[in-house]
């Protein structure tokens, strides 16, 4: 069943009200309890004695009292704020009871709100109601999670971005091209008896590659957009004493993985998650890659090749000093292909690496893998090193609003582009209109899924089954 048709009898059979503790769990300054449904202002009247009647958009001050009745003694002050419906962030009435962060308040307002015939919020579900009410369709509210989850500045601007409605300002041409196109063609079947001409073959196909690109350039920004918002793994790997633990720490800025002049330190893999350009880069120092007899070592080693194998991009360090040996010139090969980097440190020695150099970075080249010329003990080529790494994470694209940022958004974009494609091709080989609205139907009911009009119930609570409860 489509949210199309549901969400208004949804929303208009609402009868429950629910409520959470929408604050993290934990001590802290402020807890905020919240309610939404009809009783939602009659519940929060009896949790706490109000010094003035609740008023739409404006905050009372109120005392929390240690029993249900007006006599209680006083154990906490609070700030209640109330939303008169529709004029709420869920469409419903709503109550928010902010009082000091204590689990123990926070739990006596909950219980009684309950007690007094609310029901425990699921997770997302105030935020599924603001979907239903149509205060937000469904790209904004997954944008909400993302905003909650946000670790970096940019994916904070990213998901307020798409809470705005970015993405669905990008689609909306493309959807309202392709609702034209629709109507043009049933209008010349429906009235055909009217004198109402049929369209022409290069007109159905001029709209159509009008409609292609936008969603081309729309998918495309599916790369950045899921990187910014999930973020990606980079294994830095090498033989033993190249330098990987100071590239780590240097990238890190902190002396988080053990440095010493003696090979073969990094036993075992040290992560550490940093922002690079906003976007989030889990570094994974591994063991040294060389053959070894002892096996705690060989053990490291071994992960390290899962390291390499897994990681989303590959930072190989050299040793300047030194000449590639068969293991480098081995792991150089693997990575033929796959987003790497090679960073040819200790360039501070370069009296004596200058030959070294160049043959590393011609190996480097050859393979078509960008080299970085670093030294982690001055910190030379450092920053070079990160605008590389943000380059190759992101495929050199630049930031742009709206973009796709989760598989399900990606794959209802790929669908409309589907559609759109077997509509021309069945239109180039002359098939009655009839066959081509079919392909047209779907590329409109994908895009009508991307924003939430045609998207089943089961996709609906598996969306905001990921949410926190209070939110």
Same mark, same amino acid.
Request: charged share 25%.
């Given at each position: +069943?489509?949210?199309?048709?549901? =969400?208004?009898?949804?929303?208009?059979?609402?009868?429950?009200?629910?409520?959470?503790?929408?604050?993290?769990?934990?001590?802290?300054?402020?807890? @905020?309890?919240?309610?939404?449904?009809?009783?939602?202002?009659?519940?929060?009247?009896?949790?706490?004695?109000?010094?003035?009647?609740?008023?739409?958009?404006?905050?009372?001050?109120?005392?929390?009292?240690?029993?249900?009745?007006?006599?209680?003694?006083?154990?906490?002050?609070?700030?209640?704020?109330?939303?008169?419906?529709?004029?709420?962030?869920?469409?419903?009435?709503?109550?928010?009871?902010?009082?000091?962060?204590?689990?123990?308040?926070?739990?006596?307002? &909950?219980?009684?709100?309950?007690?007094?015939?609310?029901?425990?919020?699921?997770?997302?579900?105030?935020?599924?109601?603001?979907?239903?009410?149509?205060?937000?369709?469904?790209?904004?509210?997954?944008?909400?999670?993302?905003?909650?989850?946000?670790?970096?500045?940019?994916?904070?601007?990213?998901?307020?971005?798409?809470?705005?409605?970015?993405?669905?300002?990008?689609?909306?041409?493309?959807?309202?091209?392709?609702?034209?196109?629709?109507?043009?063609?049933?209008?010349?079947?429906?009235?055909?008896?009217?004198?109402?001409?049929?369209?022409?073959?290069?007109?159905?196909?001029?709209?159509?590659?009008?409609?292609?690109?936008?969603?081309?350039?729309?998918?495309?920004?599916?790369?950045?957009?899921?990187?910014?918002?999930? /973020?990606?793994?980079?294994? @830095?790997?090498?033989?033993?004493?190249?330098?990987?633990?100071?590239?780590?720490?240097?990238?890190?800025?902190?002396?988080?993985?053990?440095?010493?002049?003696?090979?073969?330190?990094?036993?075992? +893999?040290?992560?550490?998650?940093?922002?690079?350009? /906003?976007?989030?880069?889990?570094?994974?120092?591994?063991?040294?890659?060389?053959?070894?007899?002892?096996?705690?070592?060989?053990?490291?080693?071994?992960?390290?090749?899962?390291?390499?194998?897994?990681?989303?991009?590959?930072?190989?360090?050299?040793?300047?000093?030194?000449?590639?040996?068969?293991?480098?010139?081995?792991?150089?090969?693997?990575?033929?292909?796959?987003?790497?980097?090679?960073?040819?440190?200790?360039?501070?020695?370069?009296?004596?690496? %200058?030959?070294?150099?160049?043959?590393?970075?011609?190996?480097?080249?050859? &393979?078509?893998?960008? %080299?970085?010329?670093? %030294?982690?003990?001055?910190?030379?080529? @450092?920053?070079?090193?990160?605008?590389?790494?943000?380059?190759?994470?992101? /495929?050199?694209?630049?930031?742009?609003?709206?973009?796709?940022?989760?598989?399900?958004?990606?794959?209802?974009? =790929?669908?409309?582009?589907?559609?759109?494609?077997?509509?021309?091709?069945?239109?180039?080989?002359? @098939?009655?209109?009839?066959?081509?609205?079919?392909?047209?139907?779907?590329?409109?009911? =994908?895009?009508?899924?991307?924003?939430?009009?045609?998207?089943?119930?089961?996709?609906?609570?598996?969306?905001? %089954?990921?949410?926190?409860?209070?939110?």
């Amino acid at each position: +069943m489509s949210t199309e048709s549901s =969400a208004p009898e949804m929303t208009a059979g609402i009868v429950d009200t629910i409520a959470a503790i929408s604050t993290p769990p934990g001590r802290g300054g402020i807890g @905020i309890v919240r309610l939404s449904g009809p009783q939602s202002s009659s519940i929060a009247a009896q949790l706490v004695r109000l010094r003035q009647p609740l008023e739409h958009a404006r905050a009372r001050l109120a005392e929390v009292l240690d029993e249900n009745d007006s006599s209680s003694e006083r154990i906490d002050e609070a700030v209640v704020t109330f939303f008169a419906a529709p004029n709420s962030y869920t469409g419903d009435e709503l109550v928010e009871i902010a009082a000091h962060g204590s689990p123990v308040v926070l739990d006596l307002l &909950l219980r009684r709100a309950l007690a007094f015939g609310a029901r425990l919020a699921n997770p997302g579900e105030f935020t599924e109601r603001a979907f239903l009410s149509d205060k937000l369709d469904l790209t904004q509210a997954e944008a909400v999670r993302d905003l909650i989850e946000a670790q970096t500045l940019t994916q904070a601007r990213q998901a307020a971005s798409q809470m705005g409605g970015a993405l669905s300002r990008r689609v909306a041409p493309c959807k309202q091209s392709l609702v034209e196109l629709i109507a043009l063609l049933e209008a010349g079947i429906d009235f055909a008896e009217d004198d109402v001409d049929v369209t022409p073959q290069a007109e159905i196909s001029r709209r159509i590659a009008r409609i292609l690109p936008s969603l081309a350039e729309l998918e495309a920004s599916f790369s950045r957009g899921r990187i910014v918002r999930d /973020g990606l793994t980079m294994a @830095i790997v090498g033989r033993p004493n190249a330098g990987k633990s100071s590239l780590f720490n240097r990238l890190v800025e902190r002396d988080r993985s053990i440095v010493t002049a003696t090979p073969g330190t990094t036993r075992d +893999m040290v992560t550490e998650r940093i922002s690079l350009d /906003g976007i989030p880069l889990e570094l994974v120092d591994t063991a040294g890659l060389r053959e070894s007899f002892e096996e705690v070592e060989q053990l490291g080693i071994a992960r390290s090749r899962e390291a390499l194998a897994d990681a989303a991009i590959v930072l190989v360090v050299l040793d300047a000093t030194q000449p590639l040996n068969p293991e480098e010139r081995g792991v150089l090969a693997a990575l033929h292909g796959r987003p790497a980097l090679v960073a040819i440190n200790k360039n501070d020695l370069m009296d004596q690496a %200058s030959d070294v150099l160049s043959a590393d970075q011609s190996a480097a080249d050859k &393979l078509n893998i960008a %080299s970085v010329a670093t %030294s982690a003990l001055t910190g030379d080529g @450092i920053g070079a090193l990160r605008r590389k790494i943000v380059e190759l994470a992101t /495929g050199g694209a630049a930031v742009e609003p709206g973009p796709l940022t989760n598989l399900r958004q990606q794959q209802a974009i =790929a669908a409309a582009r589907s559609g759109l494609e077997d509509g021309a091709r069945a239109n180039e080989t002359s @098939i009655p209109h009839e066959m081509i609205l079919l392909d047209l139907y779907r590329a409109l009911w =994908a895009l009508d899924s991307l924003t939430g009009q045609t998207t089943s119930d089961d996709i609906l609570n598996l969306i905001f %089954s990921t949410f926190c409860i209070g939110k």
